[in-house]
């Protein structure tokens, strides 16, 4: 059966081949594609062990030789800097103590060769999930928070900074540090979760003042050409959370102060998910946060230094062209689990719109789970399934409602879960569809 994609507006798609240039490290993106972050959950896991856990797997470095061709930047899943907070098992991990030698080195050399083999910058994502960490699927719960001392962001700080530094040995052109979705950087900036009365919390000076410390030292400990970027919250969706205008001021501090590369521009918290379209007219542009963009990017001035990319709910080559007025590059990730190759196949102009999944897939939640089972599938060599094919979507609709029915008889208070399995009834990666 033919795939059913996303309609697009009939556009010239030139501007998306366009090199970038980042002003502060010098490095060029090939185009103006970026594969956007995608826990994988495909590294080592150990229950008993720690230092066992986060070492990338040959599945995960397989994943990622898969998304070599044709995005100008590929940006990993999870570094996560300890071996306990976690947002789920199979997690990467590289924590201050890791040495730049041995086997979880190596295996990390091994994902950065891969990823980048076509040219691609090979960026790897940094977070650290805090209160945010405990993953079941279709029922988030949190542990309770607590202040971190004075200890523990010296701890944060140096994790990062250590993680960019070993990144960097083991090949990788950048970082690109997780300060959105409510994880523990975006909890310091919103005032919803950021009650302290140091000099970490009350203004916006001092609630970004861990995100400026933080870029400050991983800059202080890695060669000019590395690249250093900020995925961050336009709007967390709360009342009381980061505004829009708290973003701006913060993106002109990133770019004036820090030298920032660029920043990656998302929205929402695991308490506000807002992965998908609520309003029709934010449904016509695709993109979540165009709107949000609009308002930050001229805080960046004419000669916009720090460079803007923007993801989340991008489908059609038309709505990224157009996102391409407002911002400098384009961030995919649902679609680029659905189709690996599909950088390469919109540069080279064979598709115009990504594969469009039947609902329910087409929502936040169930799309996401779709989306880690295919990032599975294609660590396993296997084609991962169509959404947009009704037999793929009634069986997952079927093994969704088996999971839920297990998920209430559990009562585990933390549970870490693989993305599941569903290899069957594939065929091999790379044949034509
Ligand atoms: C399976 C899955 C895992 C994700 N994991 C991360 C993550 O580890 N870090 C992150 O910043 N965003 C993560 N995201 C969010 C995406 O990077 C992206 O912001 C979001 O999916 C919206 O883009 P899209 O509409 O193109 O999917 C994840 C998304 C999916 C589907």
Redesign the pocket.
């Known amino acids: 059966m033919p795939v059913s994609r996303y309609k697009s507006e009939d556009v010239g798609r030139e501007p998306l081949h366009q090199p970038l240039a980042f002003a502060f490290s010098k490095r060029i993106a090939q185009n103006r594609l970026l594969k ?4 994988e959950r495909l590294a080592i896991w150990d229950d008993e062990i720690l230092v066992n856990r986060g070492l990338p797997t040959k599945e995960l470095i397989e994943l990622y030789r898969w998304y070599k061709n044709g995005w100008g930047i590929i940006v990993t ?2 570094i996560i800097t300890d071996y306990c907070h976690v ?1 789920g098992s199979g997690d990467q991990i590289i924590t201050p103590e890791s040495p730049c030698f041995g086997e979880r080195f190596e295996s990390f050399k091994a994902l950065a060769t891969a990823a980048k083999a076509q040219g691609s910058l090979i960026i790897h ?1 940094a ?1 650290q999930p805090s209160w945010s960490s405990t993953p079941q699927f279709g029922n988030w719960t949190f542990g309770a928070p607590r202040a971190a001392t004075e200890q523990d962001i010296s701890r944060i700080i140096t994790g990062f900074a250590h993680a960019a530094q070993y990144l960097e040995k083991a090949g990788f052109d950048g970082i690109n540090l ?1 300060a ?2 409510g994880y523990l950087v975006a909890q310091f900036l919103s005032p919803r979760t950021n009650k302290r009365t140091d000099a970490y919390g009350g203004t916006l000076t001092n609630r970004m003042r861990l995100i400026v410390e933080v870029v400050q030292e991983i800059r202080s400990r890695v060669s000019p050409s590395f690249i250093v970027s900020v ?1 961050l919250n336009s709007t967390d969706f709360q009342e009381d959370g980061f505004k829009p205008h708290e973003a701006r001021e913060l993106v002109g501090v990133l770019q004036d102060d820090v030298g920032l590369d660029f920043v990656e521009l ?1 929205g929402g918290t695991y308490e506000h998910v807002g ?1 998908e379209w609520t309003k029709e007219s934010t449904r016509q542009r695709e993109a979540f946060f165009l709107e949000f963009a609009e308002m930050i990017v001229p805080v960046l001035g004419a000669e916009r230094k720090t460079k803007v990319f923007i ?4 489908r059609s080559v038309g709505a990224m062209v157009k996102a391409l007025d407002v911002v400098d590059g384009v ?5 680029a ?1 659905q189709e690996p190759r599909l950088a390469a196949n919109i540069i080279e102009g064979k598709v115009d719109g990504v594969i469009r999944p039947l609902a329910p897939f087409d929502t936040a939640g169930l ?2 789970l779709a ?2 089972m295919q990032m599975r599938q294609t660590a396993h060599g296997v084609e991962p399934f169509d959404m947009s094919d009704s037999e793929v979507v009634k069986t997952l609709l079927e093994m969704v409602n088996e999971m839920r029915k297990a998920d209430e008889n559990k009562v585990e208070d933390v549970e870490v879960v693989e993305f599941p399995d569903w290899i069957r009834n594939s065929k091999s990666y790379g044949v034509a569809e």
Do not use: D, F, Q
């Not at 956007?36 to 826990?39: K, L």
């Not at 993801?311 to 991008?314: D, F, N, R």
């Not at 961030?331 to 679609?335: D, E, F, K």
């Open positions: 956007a972050a995608m826990e899943g999870n947002a994502w977070g997780h959105a979705h995925k998302s992965l993801t989340g709910g991008l961030g995919l990730a649902r679609p689990a799309g996401m989306a880690g």
